[in-house]
């Protein structure tokens, strides 16, 4: 566990970290031998960036919040541009808005608030904690959803799963979901329901996982924000089920769905 105050820090940074640099930090607990002696006062921890490689990180205890969020961004920016870099990601990050190509911001402290700098202009750019995405990033295959956030294909697939299990409802007004299960072979969350206006009938539903949003996508970047869509998808196919288009029938009776109606 990670001591609350340290979580409170670094929560505006992750969250930049992964909206505009494309990339999931996992911070955790310190691994004791990144610090040697470690300080008393100093709070620790260990960063670990998407491809296994890990950084001990540390902030005084006590300081103001702001002062340990701008002390801190400093550090995880650190990590988050080599991990870019390594990446094959532009390792000028966060990028300035003022001056492209240029020179990354920097995190600074002004009016006790916790900015990004241009350190050209010296204008605060915005609060750490607000960057967005530059724009849409693509939607990622296995291969690159693996490079980028060190979570392979299985992982990702047995965490939507899981995901979908605790988000999707049971018993809806519309209908109710029967069974999840992961098609393995061809990447498929695999959903079977029932609607309650076609009494009697059993429908099928498989969901092509690949290619992934990118974990950038503030809607659907997590597992648990796209099971969140995907819920709410298949509450719309209940509904339309009149008009949804059956690919096939299979010997259990189950109706399948085309997954794009
Ligand atoms: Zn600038």
Same mark, same amino acid.
């Given at each position: ?10 929560? +505006?940074?992750? *969250? ?10 996992? #911070?955790?607990?310190?691994?004791? *031998? %990144? ?7 100093? /709070? ?16 005084? &205890?006590?300081?103001? $919040? @702001? &002062? !340990? ?16 870099? $390594?990446?094959?990601?532009? &390792?000028?990050?966060?990028?300035? +808005?003022?001056? @492209? =190509? ?16 241009? +350190? ?19 939607? /990622? ?6 490079? /980028? ?15 979908? $299990?605790?988000? %999707? ?10 069974? %999840?299960?992961?098609? !393995? ?7 079977? %329901? ?12 498989? #969901? ?14 997590? #597992? ?7 819920? #709410? *998808?298949?509450?719309?196919?209940? =509904?339309?089920?009149? *008009? &949804? ?17």
């Amino acid at each position: 566990m990670l001591d609350p105050e340290l979580e409170a820090a670094l929560s +505006p940074i992750i *969250h930049d970290v992964i909206a505009s640099g494309g990339l999931l930090l996992d #911070v955790r607990e310190s691994e004791p *031998h %990144f610090w040697r002696s470690p300080v008393p006062g100093y /709070l620790y921890a260990t960063a670990w960036a998407p491809d296994g490689s890990g950084t001990g990180i540390s902030v005084p &205890a006590g300081w103001p $919040r @702001p &002062a !340990q969020i701008a002390e801190l961004a400093e550090q995880l920016r650190e990590i988050a541009i080599e991990a870019r870099w $390594r990446a094959e990601m532009s &390792a000028t990050w966060p990028e300035c +808005p003022t001056h @492209p =190509n240029s020179h990354p911001l920097e995190p600074a402290l002004v009016s006790e608030r916790a900015v990004w700098l241009c +350190p050209k202009s010296g204008e605060a750019i915005a609060e750490i904690g607000t960057l967005k995405g530059e724009e849409d990033e693509d939607d /990622l295959s296995a291969e690159e959803y693996e490079s /980028l956030t060190g979570v392979s294909k299985a992982e990702y697939e047995a965490a939507l799963l899981e995901a979908a $299990r605790r988000v %999707f409802p049971g018993p809806a007004l519309e209908g109710d979901v029967q069974s %999840f299960a992961l098609d !393995q072979a061809e990447s498929m969350l695999v959903v079977v %329901f029932t609607a309650h206006h076609l009494p009697g009938r059993l429908f099928g539903w498989r #969901v092509p996982i690949w290619p992934a949003p990118h974990p950038s996508d503030r809607m659907t970047g997590t #597992v648990d924000g796209l099971a969140v869509v995907l819920s #709410v *998808h298949l509450m719309e196919l209940i =509904n339309d089920l009149p *008009h &949804a288009v059956r690919l096939s029938t299979d010997e259990t009776g189950v109706e399948w769905v085309d997954p794009t109606w």
